[in-house]
């Protein structure tokens, strides 16, 4: 049997799906009043992957607590953030244990984020299994290699922006694990840390490209334009605290085996107990793709 395990961005799709039927003011709510629209988004994609994409192994990545290692490195790190809505609260939870109800392996490390355990992952069975993540996070891309896909999300359950090894050579002419250096220099407003100023994203990409590096940059600093000079000379300490904010950290200890990680041969039993915790949205959905 060829291996292909399919790695998810829990806490991407929980939150994607708990936003959008929340601008309509739909949270789904149990008899208790307990909002579970998230939940059953998050899991009708997930379920919605497993039909398109037919993995055997699935694993399921989640950020534990907004507060990381790289608060800890900077503390402007996602502090702009806003809290999450009350409605999203009772959701965390319940989202890993509706994914352990159907038999899915949740993976999540307190001080870590769902990246670095998808970069573990990545990096612990890169050679025994082809590997799909899905995630709506552009930094994942320095995990490509010749056998693993990054699936970013785009509209649905069933449009992905795909990207392999390949794709990226082509776009980027550098290496994935480039992409860390290059995010250094520009940036990541989402996350709350500037980079460089005044070095965009194109500047950014031409600087790697031309010198592989951060520190390839630095030690041809002289030859670079005025104005260059002056920015990445000013930003130094910054640029160097950005790239350790921007690579994903892949030692983090993965103590399951993959054979942990198998699909469940039927979903029935799994079914039949979210029906009776009355996430029925889930299974009518499961049943409709015939899992």
């Known amino acids: 049997m060829t291996k292909h395990l399919l790695i998810v961005d ?65 503390e402007g790190y996602k502090s702009h953030r806003p809290a999450p809505p009350e409605e999203m609260l009772p959701q965390f939870d319940m989202a890993k244990e509706v994914a352990a109800t159907l038999g899915w392996t949740n993976f999540g490390i307190k001080g870590m984020e769902a990246d670095d355990l998808i970069g573990s992952i990545v990096s612990k069975w890169k050679n025994d299994a082809a590997i799909t993540v899905i995630s709506g996070d552009k930094d994942l891309l320095q995990l490509l290699n010749p056998n693993t896909t990054i699936a970013l999300t785009k509209k649905g359950y069933t ?57 390839g940059v630095l030690e041809a600093l002289p030859t670079l334009k005025a104005g260059q000079q002056i920015k990445i000379g000013e930003n130094e300490e910054m640029l160097r605290l950005s790239y350790q904010l921007a690579k994903i950290h892949c030692e983090a200890p993965i103590e399951s085996e993959l054979d942990h990680l198998l699909v469940p041969p039927t979903y029935e039993p799994q079914l039949e107990a979210l029906q009776q915790q009355g996430l029925r949205l889930i299974v009518k959905h499961a049943r409709t793709l015939g899992i």
């Open 159 to 215: 449009e992905y922006d795909v990207y392999t090894e390949e794709r990226f050579l082509k776009e980027y002419s550098i290496q994935p694990a480039q992409f860390a250096h290059v995010k250094a220099f520009m940036g990541d407003t989402s996350d709350g840390y500037p980079g460089v100023k005044g070095i965009g994203p194109k500047t950014a990409l031409k600087l790697i490209q031309q010198f592989g590096s951060i520190e």
């Open 10 to 74: 829990g806490m991407a799709l929980l939150f994607r799906s708990f936003f959008a039927s929340a601008v309509m003011n739909q949270f789904i709510r149990l008899e208790d009043g307990t909002p579970t629209n998230g939940v059953q988004g998050f899991a009708r994609h997930v379920l919605t992957a497993q039909s398109l994409m037919k993995p055997t192994h699935i694993a399921i990545c989640w950020d534990m607590g907004m507060h990381t290692f790289r608060n800890d490195l900077f």
